[in-house]
């Protein structure tokens, strides 16, 4: 049996269809409340009602399985919301880790970000630089930092844990949806009015799926390896959701101070306005784009094996599977989505 944590965000709902159609035994733990029933529909898994932050119902979730994907998190470029990160992330991860090593769990993949990794000038970021602390970080990076640390004390506690770190996440399946997700709905309905230069590490949904698989199978135990598909410039990305979309990209296109200056001007009014909404452009999210940063992903591709595909057909996949959910009636034509309901936690993605 294997334990899916998160299993109605972005990854965790690819992630559970890849381990059902390679005919395992799935459990997931799922909120009482949420997208469990749009994004789990129809499967045969297990279900066990529960939260992370909730010692007691990740152990009853955990009790009899041999393998535990651990994917929940609640994800976020804002400023605020530190008790709250805290308390899904690091402890989330603490509990699912313990309950693991009382149950005697044979491995544990857990979700990192590339957020926790340092940045190194000059070339690309590897597993082995160092996050520096100093630096203007979101709650959600701090939180994934302390995550690490959490998986090395309980790997030298004897558990065998691997931290599988995910970049932008792109692809189908995305229920909340995922703030790439919004982005490329806002893009086909004609909602996207700017964006800046810049660019990021892309991964698809399936490349990031075989990663965890790979991590599970292949990875030592204690160590973490970055998953991307590809570097992918914010000018190469609206043409490539013109392309599938049938729309127009924005016309406008800021320059970075600018849009970074607009981003922290809209940050307090935005908190009293829409304090449950995610803005798309926050301060942290233009500093990500802006920054360019690059995943070198050779670890993997030795250690695991990982062979990453391309983006552009995550972005298709993504595409037609909104289609299919209804959200956009068909190429280049769009209805407006709905709001997603706010959740306690979720695996999705923003710039991770």
Sequence with gaps: MILV???????GANLVRRLLADGHEVRALVEPSGPAVQALAGLPLRRAVGDVRDPAAVAAAVEGCDRVY?????????????RGIHAVNVLGTRNVLDAARRHGVRRV????SFSATGPAPGRASTERDLHYPFGP???YTRSKVLVEHECCKAAAQGLEVVV???TAIIGPHD??????GRVLLDFAHGRLFAYLPGGFEFVSAEDLVE????AMERGLSGHKYLLSTEFRTVDAMMALYAQVTGCRPPRLRLPAPAMAALARLAEGPRAVLTPHREARFTPAAVRFLRSGRRADCSLARDVL????????????QAYRCFVDRRLIERRGTARPAPRPARRPYHAGVGPR
């Design 5 to 11: 944590t998160g299993a109605t965000g972005h990854l």
């Design 70 to 82: 651990h994917c929940a998190a609640r994800v976020s470029t804002t400023a605020r919301g530190h």
């Design 109 to 112: 993949v857990v979700t990192g």
């Design 137 to 139: 970080h979101t709650p």
């Design 164 to 166: 599988a770190v995910s």
């Design 175 to 180: 229920y909340v949806p995922s703030r790439m």
């Design 211 to 214: 990663g965890h698989l790979l």
């Design 305 to 316: 094996g990982y062979r990453p595909t391309g983006i552009a057909t995550a972005v298709e």
